[in-house]
């Protein structure tokens, strides 16, 4: 496991990553989140000791990470790393090699990975000839050689068309199938809830929510809508409940002391129909919007 504890970073007078702590579990992706600069790019730096620490540390398998430990990791930086004038095929063996791999199985690897990729037929080319979704692609087979411990991806989904997205979805399953703890970041918050186990979001430099996906849509002040057959405006008269919308036979209701939404079931049965009673979960996009205000 990947222990990120108090982590800061300091740039002159400004703080860019403020005491941020979370874990990266094996087996399970976690996306990591929050607006333009907010710290992501740093923490994420000061993982793969690209960046000094100012504070905190961080943890690879219960101990403090080595570099060693750090040469096991794939990652793709925010500035990328490969060269744009070189064939991409030479530049992957080179780094498989670099990572350990013999000739042979480097460049059976790098091959594999092109045609899964689609670049097959690319492999002579300048990194620079290719688009640049093509080339993220190419970034992307370059962090995953030749067998990670950990991924740290940074906005590895950036700029890809949605079957890359796609094949860039099944290769980090793959691996967090096989045990590797993965953290990567996005502003696809859409993609980050369909891919991600766990989720650290973070504003101005501080963790500001992290949990399960459905443990952050379960954590905040319950909400319920209520369809009624008649007018629900009695709601508002309700103990205990905030309304948040009210139209016509329709209520949405957040729950403001415990219980409160028995004492409306039961009121709003005693007057009529009740067509529908259910728990309302926030989006995603809702819970970082308020998380990052
Ligand atoms: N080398 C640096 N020198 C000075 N300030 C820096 C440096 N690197 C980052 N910062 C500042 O640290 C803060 C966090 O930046 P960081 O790049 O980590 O954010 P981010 O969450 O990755 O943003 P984005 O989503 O835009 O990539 C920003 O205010 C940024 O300007």
């Known amino acids: 496991?990947?222990?990120i504890k108090e982590l800061t970073r300091r740039f002159g007078e400004s703080t860019a990553v403020d005491h941020v702590s979370f874990e990266v579990r094996p087996g399970e992706m976690t996306g990591f989140v929050g607006a333009n600069g907010a710290g992501k790019t740093t923490t994420m730096r000061m993982v793969m000791g690209v960046l000094g620490i100012d504070g905190g540390e961080v943890l690879w398998q219960d101990r403090s990470i080595t570099?060693?430990?750090?040469?096991?990791?794939?990652?793709?930086?925010?500035?990328?790393?490969?060269?744009?004038?070189?064939?991409?095929l030479d530049q992957l063996?080179?780094?498989?090699?670099?990572?350990?791999?013999?000739?042979?199985?480097?460049?059976?690897q790098v091959q594999e990975l092109l045609e899964r990729f689609g670049l097959g037929g690319r492999a002579k080319d300048?990194?620079?000839?290719?688009?640049?979704?093509?080339?993220?692609?190419?970034?992307?087979?370059?962090?995953?050689?030749?067998?990670?411990?950990?991924?740290?991806?940074?906005e590895p989904f950036s700029g890809l068309d949605p079957l890359a997205v796609d094949s860039m979805v099944d290769l980090l399953r793959e691996h967090a199938r096989d045990?590797?703890?993965?953290?990567?970041?996005?502003?696809?918050?859409?993609?980050?809830?369909?891919?991600?186990?766990?989720?650290v979001v973070l504003a101005h430099g501080r963790?500001?929510?992290?949990?399960?996906?459905?443990?952050?849509?379960?954590?905040?002040?319950?909400?319920?809508?209520?369809?009624?057959?008649g007018d629900a405006?009695?709601?508002?008269?309700?103990?205990?409940?905030?309304?948040?919308?009210?139209?016509?036979?329709?209520?949405?209701?957040?729950?403001?002391?415990?219980?409160?939404?028995?004492?409306?079931?039961?009121?709003?049965?005693?007057?009529?129909?009740?067509?529908?009673?259910?728990?309302?979960?926030?989006?995603?996009?809702e819970i970082y919007r308020e998380a990052t205000a």
């Open 67 to 88: 570099r060693l430990d750090r040469r096991t990791f794939g990652y793709m930086p925010e500035e990328r790393g490969l060269y744009p004038k070189q064939p991409i």
């Open 233 to 285: 405006g009695w709601v508002r008269d309700q103990r205990g409940l905030g309304v948040l919308d009210l139209d016509g036979p329709t209520a949405l209701v957040e729950v403001q002391h415990d219980g409160a939404e028995q004492h409306l079931i039961a009121e709003a049965a005693r007057r009529g129909d009740v067509h529908e009673f259910v728990r309302v979960r926030p989006a995603l996009s």
């Open 1 to 3: 496991m990947l222990e």
């Open 207 to 229: 963790r500001v929510a992290a949990g399960t996906v459905s443990e952050l849509r379960d954590a905040g002040v319950p909400r319920f809508r209520l369809v009624l057959g």
């Open 179 to 199: 045990d590797i703890p993965v953290l990567f970041s996005s502003h696809q918050l859409d993609l980050v809830e369909r891919l991600c186990d766990r989720l």
């Open 126 to 154: 300048h990194l620079e000839k290719l688009s640049l979704g093509n080339q993220q692609r190419v970034q992307i087979i370059a962090s995953v050689l030749p067998k990670p411990a950990a991924l740290i991806l940074d």
């Open 93 to 108: 063996v080179y780094v498989a090699q670099l990572k350990g791999l013999g000739r042979v199985a480097a460049r059976r």
